[in-house]
């Protein structure tokens, strides 16, 4: 079994600050891609930032300049540091991995559970 279990959710004023951490943890081989998405009441399941084995970066443009992804390929973690929060950024955040299970040929796509950010004053 695979798990991937998110922190670091809350409520914080506009202007402000969060950090989400997300873990990794069970049978896995290796992992590929990990990234954050994000989903509004009422509206998709949308990408935030990605973030490639090697380091490469893929935003959003709603979060460029604000929001940095990074990770610890040793840890098997990923951490959206999110800067500058607005109000539209409220949302649920789920932490997303393609992964390499043992023992099982390909690569899967895993998802936390969510955790809520509230940007409001």
């Known amino acids: 079994q695979v798990q991937l279990v998110e ?3 809350g409520l914080v004023q ?7 951490s997300c873990a990794a943890s069970g049978s896995i081989f290796s992992i590929n891609a990990m990234g954050w998405y994000r989903q509004a009441p009422g509206k998709q399941r949308d ?3 990605t973030i490639t084995t090697g380091g490469s970066t893929n935003y959003a443009d709603s979060v460029k300049g604000r929001f940095t992804i990074s990770r ?3 840890k098997n973690t990923v951490v959206l540091q999110m800067n500058s929060l607005k109000p539209e950024d409220t949302a649920v ?15 899967y796509h895993y998802w936390g559970q969510g955790t809520q950010v509230t940007v409001s004053s």
Not at 14 to 20: F, K, M, Q, T, V
Not at 95 to 100: G, I, K, Q, S, Y
Request: proline share 3%.
């Open 72 to 74: 610890d390929n040793a």
């Open 47 to 49: 990408l935030v930032a």
């Open 7 to 9: 922190s670091g959710g």
């Open 14 to 20: 506009p202007g402000g600050s969060l950090r989400l």
């Open 93 to 107: 955040y789920y932490c997303n991995a393609d992964l390499v299970r043992r023992g099982v040929v390909g690569t």
